[in-house]
């Protein structure tokens, strides 16, 4: 509908209403004086009461004489657009389309007696969730604040982390059907350009009627869809797109979702927690080793449970092998069975435990404690060893700060069970072999998924196997070039200065 | 893409011919056994015995009744038959990997035991961290059916009493294979006896050491005492107690020895004529002192010091000759001091070391250095006055 406005308000009425018809919500005022005014708008989405309170400023006793010489005289809808722009945002629309498309989007549109142009008054003011400490990224030490749904509140978090006019922030709309605002933050001059130009097209490319999570714009622009692991990193909270975006890195943020999307993305972040730069390096240091361990173990330790047991038990210390030969006796299965019985039902308590109504959260914990933990082992259908393997790995699975990640760590525990059961730990080694294979071909927009370790940049590892102080991390990372190397300036360990404190 | 995700399976199903291995044995389909024992019947057959764990028995203490543990037999004309006799009675494969002992019958011992190290080297599932026992005066099965208090499993005993007595565990079959492959030296193997405790049943004992000749026969025995002299030479020792006898201070001094070393010096002095200087280092502290001197003095302490060394020394030196002049097994590791300090000499003397070894003159200076004497200044039970400063 890319019909132009029409000087007659009645004509452009008919016309609105048409396209509106069966729409209960929206709203036509009509405004009767020496000129007619209509005020067009979505009932909930528009502010009301900011409206009245505009309408009140223009037309009201106060500049009655002022608006009575604008309502005559003013032919043009410049004048009162200028009259307006005082106090609301305003902009001219000069198509059907785009009146449509701003009553769509939460706006009033004023159409005026002989004229050809409508005023956008932005006067969004629908109801909207507050900014909220984000559930599943919980610092200790580090900012409460969280994304929202709304993409303009998202973005001013971001701007009020980084004061620079290096920020930029482009707009897109996505989605013939919502229309959703889709926004692409980076740095100017420090994200690798590159990325951004592959980031703008994939998004433009996108062809998708609606577009509500940021998994729908995932999907679109990973460079792998058919492996485990994730290559576009998710975040709730505005600090860690800030020092992502310090990084090189690009963020999208989605109107709808309060997540942003961060690429590239390496295996690595699956390590990284925001509390571990909240925390005293040394701490943050040894609660990431900590992570990994658990983390690699969750994948590996029934694997190698079982394929000990059953395969190389004279690895075991004899008194050790003689506990675990004990709580065996009489137990049915194969232990590969077991260790894949046990651990499928220990994701189905887990789904359960995320998807259930809150109120009958106690009974699943009972039942699973009960079922799984105690009652298999006493009818000795399960052994306790691997009572206790399971529940370490499902400890272990869920300490990953990045729930993306850790899923693909979750899943990889099956096919290597079931290698560790048909090959015992020969099995093992091939199937990490495999796993090394995969994770060294995959990328994340140009950056390799290993990086830095594989291709090795040495300054990089400062933020990988450890968390290096900050004034040690004075590279930027992904740089590979000589230009732009330093971050911060070098030499700024505390007590280099001397002892002029003494 | 539908060439890789083809390619993938077909990987997989290599991996799975290219190797054997198929060995997925469930721990309840295995039967571990930590002891086993070999011994040569009258008949000239050979009676094997394993000690097998019973698994449902290992937890829960000896109150569901009855021992961790049985034992079963099996006769054969060789090793492979008797074995496969006691196959025959289990119903679940026998898994050696934990095996630590192996108990060897006197007469089996004297008789030879090259057929059964045979047997050992070629199962892989054997373990190489292995003790062979002897028992002395007494067939392997006595050690085997000896019931341990302290110990669920009884087998594990001897091991943890080697290895709280100061010895090195775990090693005797790789050392004895080693020994028997060197050139010059005769193999060694631990020795535990069965003995009448002061409870009603029996129990095992540590003995010392069995010494073997070239064609791996027994040919005698080291007690503790001497056998831990040899340790020392060897430096495989820990811990060792000296108690001596001070005629001149009038009462006995025991000494624990806990840093040992051992310098060995060899010279030729003629054709086939070999001198060994031994000298033996080592640090501790006064442990007794039944004598009337004040060890604080430091006048008393090297006295004591000088007269442990010497009386050591002496009994160092006898236990060198018993083991040349008796045995005439090269079980000091000579062989390899010769080797090391006068290889051109070892290629002529190897060849008959065997008659070289017992005529070699050996002096032996044990060099104790006593590092302290404790809180306990002077012994408490004497009066100030009789004390020796």
Sequence with gaps: MTAPISESLEENEELLRGTFRNCYDIVFRRIQGPKNFLLVYMDGLADAKALDNMLLQILGPANSSNSGELMEHGSSGEMLEQQLASFVKTTLAETMDDVVHGILSAQVIILSD??????????????????????????????????TENVNVNTSMVRRKIMSAKLKMESMTVGSLSK???????????????????????????????????????EFIEDHPFTLFPQVQNTERPDIVASYLAERKVAVLIDGSPFALIVPCTLWSAFQSADDYYERFIYATLIRWLRMVLIIGSLFLPSIYVAITTFHPELLPANFLLSITSAREGVPFPAVIEALLMEFLFEGLREAGIRMPRPTGSAISIVGALVIGQAAVEAGIVSAPMVIVVSITGIASLITPRYSMGVAFRMLRFPMLIFSGMFGLYGITMASLFLHIHLTNLESFGVPYLSPISPLSRQDLKDVLIRAPRWSMNTIPLSGSKRNKWRIPKGQRPGDQGDEIL | MRHRLASFPCLIFCLVLTTGCWDRVELSDRAFDLAASTDLMEDGSYLTGGQFIIPSRISGGAANGGQPYFIETGNGKSLLE???????????????????????????????????????????????????????????????????????????????????????????????????????????????????????????????????????????????????????????????????????????????????????????????????????????????NNTKLNLISNKNLKLVQKEINKKTSEHVLAMITK????????????NQVMNRQHPGEWKRLKGQWDTVFPEIEVAVHVNLNLKYVGLVRQPLQYKESEIIK
């Design chain 2, 323 to 334: 083991v040349q002049k008796e045995y005439r097994a090269d079980v000091l590791g000579f």
């Design chain 1, 180 to 218: 959703t605002t889709v926004v692409i933050a980076y740095l100017e001059g420090i994200a690798k350009e590159s990325v951004v130009e592959e980031v703008r097209k994939r998004i433009r490319q996108i062809q998708i009627d609606t577009v509500l999570g940021g998994n729908f714009i995932e």
């Design chain 2, 82 to 288: 008797a074995i496969q006799k006691t196959r025959q009675k289990l119903s679940r494969n026998i898994t050696r990997s934990h095996r630590r002992n192996y108990y060897i019958g006197e007469s089996m011992a004297k008789h030879g035991i090259n057929e059964l190290l045979d047997g050992f080297s070629r199962d892989p599932g054997n373990r190489i961290r292995l003790d062979i026992w002897v028992v002395k005066g007494g067939q392997g099965m006595d050690a085997l059916k000896v019931h341990y208090p302290l110990e669920k499993i009884p087998s594990v005993a001897p091991v943890k009493i080697h290895r709280a007595i100061g010895g090195t565990t775990a090693t005797s079959y790789l050392d004895f294979m080693m020994a028997s492959s060197s050139e010059g030296s005769s193999p060694t193997l631990p020795v535990v006896d069965i003995v009448q405790g002061d409870s009603p049943q029996k129990t095992i004992r540590f003995y010392g050491r069995a010494i073997f000749n070239h064609d791996y026969k027994l040919v005698g025995y080291l007690n503790f005492v001497e056998g831990a002299y040899r340790q020392w030479m060897l430096q495989r020792i820990s811990y060792l107690d000296l108690a001596e006898e001070l005629p001149e201070a009038g009462g006995k001094v025991g000494v624990i020895v806990n840093q040992f070393g051992c310098k060995i010096k060899s010279r030729i002095t003629g054709t086939n004529k070999v001198k060994m200087e031994i000298e033996l280092t080592g640090s501790g502290y006064v442990a007794e």
């Design chain 1, 114 to 147: 002989y004229t050809n142009h409508a005023i956008i008054a932005d006067l969004k003011g629908f109801e909207q969730r507050g900014i909220e400490e984000p559930s599943n990224e919980i610092t200790i030490r580090g900012p409460r604040e969280g994304f």
